[in-house]
Structures are given as C-alpha cells and as structure tokens.
C-alpha cells in the first residue's frame, strides 16, 4: 500500500509537458459579455448579417437560460462576464505561406511536437492550426481545392461560402439547444469547416490543433464539417494547452451532417492542461458535439481518447435520421489527480434498420471521478433498429470514483438493445503474470491499461493511436503498486 | 382532493400541535416546500403521475370489512392458508382476525425515526426527499409494527393489504417489520382490492434484518383493478443478514416500487427478483437503489419485464458502492420484452461506484421473441401462436423459480399461462 502511494505521489508531481506561454501580441477585447462584445466580434470578422444575427438570438436565448447542475462534475461557479471573448494574435490577420508567420507561434507547435512542415510531407496530413481563436495556418489547402473540398476556417467561410455556411450552421445544434451551445453560438470566434462535395473521398486525414494560448479568454471554436452524397472524410482534432493556474472555460460545437451514402469518422485526441496534484487549475471541456446522419446508409464514427482537462463534460452524438443509417461512439476517458469526467453518447435512432455501437472505456485513478452516461432512445418509427452499448470502467486506487448512468428508452418491439457494464480493477494474477515474466509493475499496468483501451485505440488514425498510447501510459505511469 | 391541491390543504389536514412527533412536523414542513413530482424529477422522469391527478380522491375510507368479507377473500384468492395472515384495511390494522403466536408480535406505534442509514447517503435517491415518503408519514399518523422474535422458528406470515371503499380514496398504509436476530421469516405482501372506485396506496414500510436474520420476501399486485400503487420500501440490513426479495406485479393500472436496500454491516446477500407484466394502458415503474456501504456484502439483481399494448415499463436500478466497502459483488441483470409496437419501456441502470477491489456489473436487453428459437419450434410443428405463448412463458418462469415459497409461486404461474397472448 505505502509502495502504491509512493508511486501515486511520483506520477501526480510529474509536472505539464506542454506547460508553457507564448509571447505574441494580442488583439483582445475588454472582459464581459453584451451585445456591444457581439457586433465588436461581428464587425472584426467582417460578417455578414445572417451571422451577426444567428449570434444575437442565441446571445438573447443563453441570457434566459440557467446554468445545467444535473452533472455528476463540480466545479466553483463561472463569472461569464469576467472574461475575453475575443482574442487575436496581431501579426496573424493576412498571412497566406508559412514563412509569414510568427516565428514564436511555429515554435509553439514544434514544443508540441507539430513539425508543420515535417508533418505536411512525412505524415500527409493538412493541418489547419489554431491558436487561441484565429486560424493563423493553412495547408494541403491547394490540393484538396482541386478536388473541390473545402477546408478552411470557419470565419474564412463565413466570407467566401456564406450560402453553405446559412445553409447548416446550427442545422445539427440550434443555437438555443444549451446553455454553453447557446453561448457558443453568441461568441463562437473560429473553427474549422469542411465540405465534401459529392462522391469524393477525401484523400488525407484532416487535421487541426487546437490550443488555448492567452490568460482568462475562453475558447469558443466551432466546427462545421459536411459530407455531400457519397463522399467520405476523416478529421482529426488534438488539443493541449499551456499550463495556467485559473481554469479556463471551452465550450465549442462541433455539428456534423451526412448526406445519403456519405461518412465522417471524427477522431479526437484530448490533452488539455489537466490542474496540478491539488486540483488547481486546468481547463473546463464543456462541448456540445453532435452529428446527424440525414441522408439513408450514411455513417457517422467518433472516436475519442480523453486524458487532460480539469473537466470533461461532453456527450458526442448521433442523430440517425436516414434509414440504414449507422453510429458508433467509441471512448476512452482517463482520470487522474483531481481530475473530473462526465461523458458518453447520444443516440437517436429515427430512421428504419438504424445502427448504433458504444464502446466506453472509462480509467479513474488518484481522486479521479469518471462517469459515463449515455441515452439510446429507439423512437417508434425506427423499427428494425439495434443498439449494442459496452461500458467498462477500470479502478486504480481506492480513492477514485467510476460511474456509469445509461439511459435506454425504446418504444417498438421489433428493435433489439443490449447494454452491458462491468466495473473492476487491474487483478492481481494479471500483474503477477507479467512480474513472472520479469516485466516491473509499473510497465505491466501500463501494458494492461493500453489492452484494455486497445479497442478504442484501434479506431484511431494511425499516428494518433501512437499518441494516444503514449499519452495514456504517460498519464497513468506508476499510478498502482 | 386532488393530489396537487394536497399541499393547499396542509393545515387543514394536519393543525400543529396534533402531536409533537418530530418526524411529522418535519413531513409537514417538506410538504409545503415541495410540489407533487413531475417529470422535470430524475427519479419521475418516464413516471408520469398525470393520470392520477385528475382523480378527486377522499383521504378517510371507510373500513366497511368484517370477519365475514375476509373469511371470503381468503377462499377467492390465492392466499397460502397454512401462513399467519394479517390484513390491513385501508391502511388499519384488523386487530381480531389473526391467531397470536410466540414468535412474533404486532402492535400499532407512534412512527418511528428514520434508520439513519436511509438518511444522507444518496442525496438524489434518499427517501428524505420523497414526496410520497413524507405525504405518508403526515397521513398515516401511526404505524404498524411487526416484530418477529429472536431466536424464534421459522414463520410465514401473509400481510394482506385489502382496499375497499364506494368512493374514490386515497389510503397510507404504514408498516415497519424488525426481524431480531437469528429470525427466519417468509413475509409477503398482498395486495387485494374489492373497490370499484379508483384507490390511490400510498405505502411505507421499513423492514430491519438485525444479525442473522432470514428474509424470504413478496410483494405481490395481481389484477388489482381500479387501483394505483406507490410503495416505498426501505430495506436495513445488518451483519451477516439475508434477504431475498421477490416482485410480481401484473395487470394493474399504475405501480410505483422503490426498493432502497442498506448493507449496513459486512457479509450482507441479497437476491431481488422481480417479474412485471404490462396490459392495456398500465404503467409499471421499478425502482431500485442498493447501498453497498460495508466490505464483504453481495447482491443480485434479477428483473424481466413482458409489456404488451400499450403498457409502459420503467426499470432504474441503482447500485452504490461507498468508498470502503471493498470486496463487494453487485450484479444485475434486466431483460424485456415488448410484445406491442406501442408498448414502451425506459430503463436506466446505474452504477456508482468509490471502491476499487469490487467487482459489478449490469446488463440489459431489450427484444421481441427470438426468430431462431421461434423456428426451432415452428420446425417441430408448433403453431406460431403456441410457440410465441412458450417462449414468453419460458422468459417468465426464469424469474419464477426463483420464487422460493411453494404456495405464492403456484397461482401466479397459472395466472401467467391462463393470461399470456401474443
């Protein structure tokens, strides 16, 4: 027992790798929000007024609405108007190549381990980085726009395909769905948007980074990616952000829309300043994300590994709305230290033979509180519809916390549901096998930990799944004795 | 009175000064905070208590029942006549009607406390914040307390909860049970009602497993028409104490169980089986909330649910692991069948847990009739019609083994083969 707390100890002092600040010019407005913060946002994207007034009706909708308090996170409450809602970096208005940008901001990601230029020719990936709320590079942009695919950010839409932009933005997530969607959609500042046109499938796996760089401003990127008939995409998001000792508030959208035929595999890698030992600290994951399969055999797939953030609060989902229509949610939420998780899915089966699969794998260690909830609803008209859910939860510690709380509510009886949750520890045999075999504990816990994930894992893009292993062997290092 | 002109009529169904009994004041007070629950509630969001508020409701029911009309009951029901049997009118205890023994006593009290360990523990699901919890205790007054001695043999007894009146009512039966140490009982619960106009029961029971106690335990609501139910059940369980509970409830308008379970000390079993059968419109909602507090306890969920028509079915058991009660085994398995395109069911499984050397598990499924198994048995010459009616015989008769007490089992899997249609 005092060998495990030791080794508890070792693993909470190991400081934030990806703690550090970048020094560049901001361009901020004063804290708080009102109307004037919204037209000041507006009038410095040079929106046009369908904008404006979408962020208006939401901002007028989120002053109506209270604050949710069903969730099994806590945290001190939030002072919406003691923060920026707008934060620029100066010199990063009109850059179009890569030498133009600030020299500091490329040092940032190459701190992170994002070689922009490395990774454009090693990995194939394009990378559409973000910093704070402006998307400040672009690349593979050429490429793709030949094969008429629209990766951009989302305010560079707004400007040059304001008709598609009308035509879905808040289509999947309205603008008065809730509270932090509604203040989303009042102050969103940048995102990314992606368009596949008909029948294209998207050569290479989109990637953006996200990261929260100034003190006290909240991040509200927004998400929009639509797959015409038939097309196909697979978009990346990995975020981590420098070490602060407020907690930081993040509450994006992410909307989806499928049309017939088509698919979109959205995969996420979530590494944000998790607090220190103390629970001091860290980033608040407050994100509504949600995908509506609209179109017959369209698919919708995420995919996430969540091991940072003080608070992850989210409930990516699906809407399946076309017949033979398919979802899967597949998770891992790590918790360590102080840190805190309520996640899951949605899914809303509507269409005929709809399809859903959960898989959520759930690790609570140190003082972690870990819950997973769901909601499988199978509405009258989705007959012929099947649900699988396999919530597992793995307990390292006897001071962490693992939940589960699904909701199932079906209403025709030619669908079949099956949920299952287990809950357990890392058993002792399995350890003393790998000990046998002269591999230490340490290694053994970190071995069994990535099999158990292994099935999530596998669902990621090939240099995410190193990542994602890594970071969860990094987070979890010696954490049981 | 309506349900919701209840907490209007406060004062006047209840003056201060009544009786100094704190736990009744407190009700009072939790009354006049509180509405009637909604769906806005977690614990009522699928339950909807909209068809009883329509109802104008008396709360004094006339006990209109003598030696005679019992004598008849226990000839037309199923009832095990080699069992004490105790009815209840109305929520009163017939004093006269049963034989005294050695190994048990009843008498009616003033209410007693809350067990401390329902208190506090699960914030949300507490019977602290019950509304019906607390609309009994101010309504019922007094209790009836059921002590089944220490040491003494083996014992059924029969609680028949019997509702008559020629008007709309409202009754409160309250019923505490302590089983001292080294009992061994078979207790069940009867409900009967011989009234033509709507009842509303509104129960409350508290039952105690002192150390070593044996509980064999039934709650039975079978064809109870005209009649809703609510029945909160708290059960405490003390060291090395065993409970099995045993559910069935069929053809019945509105059903409420909320079984909250307390392992109070270590080496605690509990086995909870229930089947429930929805017809026409009924709505049955089980809820369960099991609190592993101490080491070394077990417990085993067993419910299965048939919802024919438009019968709705609501299942939300919740399991609870407190930080030290390592080595603790919680199962539970649910399973349904919906037999109608308008019938539905909500279920919500729950895990809560703080200990990490437990093992639990919940599973769920929810289909209609397996097309293979219907096959194997259409290939072998069964009708459709036949072979529908095995299977769903077959899903009920699982739970009903497990029904220990040879003389409650019987009737109910006659009812069930007599009442099965597809």
Request: with cysteine; glycine share 4%.
């Amino acid at each position: 027992m005092a060998e495990q707390n030791n080794l508890i100890e070792e693993i909470t002092k190991s400081e934030y790798k990806y703690g550090f600040v970048s020094n560049i010019d901001q361009d901020i407005t004063p804290k708080g929000l009102s109307e004037e913060v919204i037209h000041f946002i507006s009038q410095k994207k040079n929106e046009p007024d369908f904008v404006l007034q979408f962020r208006l009706k939401a901002y007028r909708a989120w002053q109506k609405m209270k604050e949710p308090t069903w969730q099994k996170v806590h945290f001190p409450p939030i002072d919406y108007q003691d923060m920026h809602y707008y934060a620029a970096p100066k010199s990063s208005s009109k850059t179009k190549t890569l030498a133009e940008i600030d020299p500091e901001i490329l040092d940032t990601y190459q701190k992170l381990g994002i070689p922009l230029e490395e990774q454009k020719v090693l990995a194939g990936v394009a990378v559409d980085a973000i910093l704070d709320s402006v998307s400040v590079a672009t690349t593979f942009k050429e490429k793709l726009q030949d094969l008429g695919i629209i990766f951009c950010p989302i305010s560079e839409a707004i400007q040059d395909y304001p008709e598609l932009v009308k035509q879905y933005l808040g289509s999947v997530v309205p603008y008065s769905d809730n509270y932090f969607a509604a203040l989303n959609s009042a102050v969103f500042t940048d995102g990314s948007f992606v368009y596949i046109p008909k029948g294209v499938r998207c050569p290479i796996e989109l990637s953006t980074y996200f990261r929260i760089n100034a003190a006290q401003t909240g991040q509200f990127e927004r998400t929009l990616i639509i797959a015409d008939e038939g097309s196909y995409v697979s978009y990346l998001e990995g975020c981590t952000a420098p070490m602060r000792d407020e907690n930081q508030l993040h509450a994006a959208i992410v909307e989806l829309y499928t049309h017939k035929d088509a698919e979109i595999k959205y995969s996420t890698v979530q590494n944000w300043y998790p607090g220190d030992k103390e629970g001091r600290g860290g980033i608040y994951n407050f994100v509504t994300k949600r995908g509506l399969c609209a179109g017959d055999n369209s698919k919708i797939s995420w995919t996430q590994v969540e091991t940072g953030s003080a608070i992850t609060w989210k409930y990516p989902s699906c809407i399946l709305k076309g017949d033979n229509s398919i979802g899967e949610f597949y998770s891992v939420a790590l918790t360590n230290n102080y840190q805190q998780a309520d996640t899951g899915t949605k899914m809303y089966h509507i269409g005929k033979n709809t399809r859903s699969r959960i898989v959520s794998k759930g690790i609570s260690a140190g003082k972690g509180d870990n819950s997973y909830r769901g909601l499988v609803r199978i509405s009258k008209s989705a007959e012929n519809s099947r649900n699988y859910t396999q919530c597992d939860s793995l307990l390292i510690g006897d001071q962490c916390g693992a939940h589960t709380f699904p909701y199932i509510e079906i209403e025709n009886k030619s669908s079949i549901v099956e949920h299952e949750a287990t809950t357990s520890k890392i058993s002792d045999e399995s350890i003393f096998y790998l000990n046998q075999r002269g591999i230490s504990t340490e290694d053994a816990v970190g071995l069994i930990v990535n099999g158990y994930a292994r099935e999530v894992i596998k669902q990621l893009p090939m240099e995410f799944a190193v990542e994602a292993q890594r970071l969860l062997s990094l987070s979890l290092e010696g954490s049981v004795g | 009175m309506k349900l919701n002109e209840i907490q209007e009529n406060l004062n006047f169904l209840y003056k201060d000064g009544d009786s100094n009994e704190r736990n009744i004041l407190e009700s009072v007070d939790f009354l006049k905070n509180n509405k009637v629950p909604n769906s806005k509630i977690e614990l009522w969001k699928y339950t909807s208590l909209s068809s009883l508020q329509g109802i104008d409701f008396s709360l004094d029911a006339k006990e209109e029942l003598n030696q005679l009309s019992i004598t008849k009951i226990l000839q037309d029901k199923d009832i095990p006549l080699n069992s004490i049997i105790i009815p209840i009118a109305n929520g009163k205890l017939m004093n006269n009607s049963f034989e005294a023994d050695d190994r048990f006593s009843i008498e009616i009290r003033e209410i007693e406390k809350l067990n401390e360990y329902a208190k506090n523990y699960h914030p949300l699901q507490s019977v602290e914040f019950d509304y019906f919890y607390h609309l009994n205790t101010v309504l019922a007054q007094k209790e009836i307390h059921l002590q089944i001695h220490k040491n003494s043999d083996p014992i059924q007894i029969v609680l028949l909860f019997i509702s008559q009146s020629d008007r709309n009512s409202f009754i409160s039966p309250r019923v505490r049970i302590e089983l001292e140490e080294n009992s061994n009982a078979k207790i069940a619960y009867k409900f009967i009602n011989l009234s033509e106009s709507e009842i509303l029961s509104n129960l409350f029971s508290e039952i105690v497993l002192k150390q070593n106690a044996i509980l064999d335990f039934y709650v039975i609501e079978d064809g109870l028409e005209n009649f809703q139910a609510i029945n909160n059940i708290n059960i405490v369980q003390e060291r090395d104490s065993k409970l099995t509970s045993n559910s069935f409830t069929n053809n019945t308008k509105f059903i409420r169980n909320f079984l909250r379970l307390y392992f109070t000390d270590e080496n605690c079993e509990a086995i909870l089986n229930g089947l429930f059968i929805g017809n026409n419109k009924d709505l049955i909602d089980n809820h369960i909330l099991i609190e592993h507090i101490k080491p070394n306890c077990h417990s085993n969920q067993l419910y299965k649910g048939i919802l024919n028509d438009s019968s709705i079915g609501i299942f939300n058991g919740a399991i609870l692991v407190h930080p030290n009660a390592q080595k603790t085994n919680a199962f539970q398995t649910n399973r349904n069948i919906l037999t109608s395109d308008l019938a539905k069911i909500y279920t919500k499984p729950e895990l809560e847990i703080y200990a990490d050397d437990v093992k639990c598990s919940h599973g769920e499924a929810t289909g209609f009739i397996d097309d293979e198994m219907l096959f194997y048995l259409r290939s072998r010459g069964i009708s459709e019609e036949n072979a529908k009616k095995l299977l769903l015989q077959a899903f009920a008769v699982d739970v009903l083994n497990k029904f220990q007490w040879v003389e409650i089992k019987e009737p109910i899997e006659s009812h069930i083969s007599a009442n099965l249609e597809v």
